[in-house]
């Protein structure tokens, strides 16, 4: 057995990910063909939402976003008026990368860290079609941030990132929580910045919901909550060893209300933190290792399925 195929689907090396551009482009076909659809601008984003570059203000109209109120002008007429946004031609697109322990976990196609790096690689090239600088972070291990590129070599440093961040820390420095890895990359940004969380849903806390509510007010955010089959629904009845190699216990899975406990949590959990992301402003979706990447991070940021003929 080769040594690409021993580690295929354990870690994303950097020519897969460099391969992913050819399926990056069924993405943007996706979006100009709703653009099209729609009689929408030029700027064609999986991202939805409009531009945060300052244009100017008008009487608010009925349907207008209440986040977008003028009220300096406002308050100046006595009449409410909205801002108006142009597209950023300088737009940031973003990328936070969780690499806490939990992440190196798979039963299915490919652990949570690979596919969590699919997706990764694969909304870079995507922004890099629109013209996008690309930034990178990095939660669950020692903290860095790479710095805001164009062009090709800004997508080539955060495939780089990508693939680092998979392997075990070099050194015993104190790992970042997501929170401190959010305001870091917040300093990188500027306003109408795109930012993908790629998540083990056990790094969600109030900390970082806080930072999250920070970056909604000037940015746009999508998560995708990483999970494997295993966690989404429960293996067939037995009594099962695990271990983690220094030591084992036994998981008794045989009986009816055994399965429907361990169902029950992982919904609940991976429910929770879905409802909490939303309610900070973010799209966030459950995506499983043995999803096609593309199929699933269309859905996250279009919310609807890519057909086949896409």
């Given at each position: 057995m080769s040594t690409r195929s021993a580690l295929h689907g354990v870690v994303a090396e950097l020519p897969e990910l460099v391969?992913?551009?050819?399926?990056?482009?069924?993405?943007?076909?996706?979006?100009?063909?709703r653009s099209a659809d729609r009689l929408s601008g030029l700027q064609l984003s999986p991202f939805r939402g409009r531009g945060m570059e300052y244009a100017e203000s008008r009487p608010y109209a009925a349907g207008d976003d209440v986040r977008h109120i003028d009220w300096r002008v406002t308050a100046r007429t006595g009449r409410t008026h909205t801002k108006l946004f142009q597209p950023e031609r300088e737009r940031i697109t973003a990328l936070v990368y969780d690499a806490a322990p939990t992440m190196a976990f798979g039963t299915r196609v490919c652990f949570k860290s690979v596919q969590a790096a699919r997706i990764g690689a694969l909304l870079a090239w995507a922004a890099l079609a629109e013209g996008d600088r690309l930034a990178a972070t990095v939660c669950g291990r020692a903290r860095e941030v790479v710095a805001p590129f164009g062009a090709r070599r800004g997508v080539l440093r955060v495939l780089d990132a990508l693939v680092r961040w998979?392997?075990?820390?070099?050194?015993?420095?104190?790992?970042?929580?997501?929170?401190a890895a959010l305001d870091v990359l917040q300093r990188q940004l500027r306003p109408g910045s795109h930012i993908l969380l790629l998540l083990d849903p056990r790094s969600l806390d109030a900390g970082a919901e806080r930072a999250l509510q920070r970056l909604r007010a000037h940015h746009d955010l999508a998560a995708c909550v990483l999970a494997d089959a295993l966690e989404a629904a429960p293996p067939p009845p037995a009594r099962y060893r695990i271990g983690d190699g220094r030591q084992s216990l036994a998981l008794a899975l045989d009986s009816s209300d055994a399965r429907a406990a361990w169902q029950e949590h992982f919904e609940q959990r991976h429910g929770h933190v879905l409802e909490r992301l939303r309610a900070v402003g973010a799209r966030a979706r459950l995506t499983l290792t043995h999803e096609d990447p593309v199929h699933a991070l269309h859905e996250l940021l279009s919310g609807m399925p890519l057909s086949s003929a896409a």
């Open positions: 391969a992913l551009r050819v399926r990056a482009a069924q993405l943007g076909r996706a979006e100009r063909h998979q392997q075990p820390p070099a050194t015993a420095a104190a790992p970042a929580a997501l929170e």
